[in-house]
């Protein structure tokens, strides 16, 4: 037997115990523009945070309260996420993460370069949702098994008030479903889960493309499998309304970082704006 994270496997399983960190910055008022700032972003709080339980993984940019908008202008969105790898000169393929900067929350990979989109997807313009690819049209070598934990914290500027930064993301009285209420907060575990376990019914029993035939091409082709990635919307809206992430970054700050912002500069700028969100799953190898 082996040993996964103190649970006993049997020796050579395919499973792993994966930790997925989303750095999520909202963004005010108008799209950011640069397609340089953003990884500029993920490098200095990655370097910064390098080892810890905190390091992140991705960054998200999304438009303040509407965890789904687009943080981008389009046309930088289009320069991030559409590919052409075929150098034709037309992009054929948009892309869920570009070295670790999420294209949407709802298609977050359990790691860099773990799942991968086939196909176009049209990016939406600053505040309105990306077009999201169909369940069939991601594929991946890290498959969602089980959602352990979902936890969050919205980040303060340390330099200046370190008390401000608020781990109480999930306390009841930060509900974020007012329709529902107390009984909602700390279940984002179960809820992730729950939304990656629709996605695979939705596919199995699609009207086309499903799997209801014994002998579709759907199954054949093994479009049922996965999911490769997780909806963290649900997270993200607990996040921003129990955090104090409130005011959302100007996009002309984030453009004018390069690569001599250093973390603190970022930490100033950024405090109410910026928060993370932590997934701890079981994945299978595929």
Same mark, same amino acid.
């Given at each position: ?83 052409? =790898? ?42 309105? =949702? ?96 996965? =999911? ?59």
């Amino acid at each position: 037997m082996g040993s996964l994270g103190g649970l006993d496997v049997a020796y050579g399983s395919n499973l792993q115990i994966v930790k997925t960190n989303v750095l999520c910055l909202a963004i005010a008022s108008t799209g950011v523009s640069s397609t340089t700032a953003p990884k500029h972003i993920l490098n200095a709080y990655k370097e910064g945070l390098k080892g810890s339980t905190i390091e992140p993984d991705f960054l998200y940019l999304y438009e303040i309260t509407d965890t789904d908008g687009s943080g981008y202008v389009e046309a930088t969105a289009d320069s991030l996420f559409d590919n052409d =790898p075929a150098n034709t000169g037309t992009a054929t393929q948009t892309a869920l993460e570009n070295h670790g900067v999420l294209r949407d929350i709802r298609h977050t990979p359990l790691k860099t370069n773990s799942a991968f989109g086939v196909g176009l997807a049209a990016n939406g313009a600053e505040g309105e =949702p990306h077009t999201l690819h169909s369940y069939a049209n991601i594929s991946g070598n890290l498959a969602l098994e089980s959602v352990l934990s979902v936890a969050a914290i919205g980040f303060a500027d340390d330099a200046t008030d370190s008390t401000a930064t608020t781990p109480g993301v999930f306390a009841d009285a930060n509900a974020a479903d007012p329709n529902v209420g107390d009984t909602t907060a700390g279940l984002f575990a179960q809820q992730t889960q729950g939304l990656a376990m629709k996605a695979v019914y939705d596919d199995a029993f699609a009207a086309t493309g499903g799997n209801l035939n014994a002998v579709t091409a759907a199954k054949a082709t093994g479009s049922n499998k996965g =999911p490769y990635t997780m909806d963290l919307s649900l997270a993200l809206l607990q996040l921003e309304s129990g955090s104090g992430i409130a005011t959302g970054a100007a996009a002309g700050t984030i453009d004018a970082y390069d690569a001599d912002t250093t973390l603190g500069t970022m930490s100033t700028n950024l405090a109410s704006d910026i928060g993370m969100i932590s997934v701890t799953s079981i994945a299978k190898v595929c």
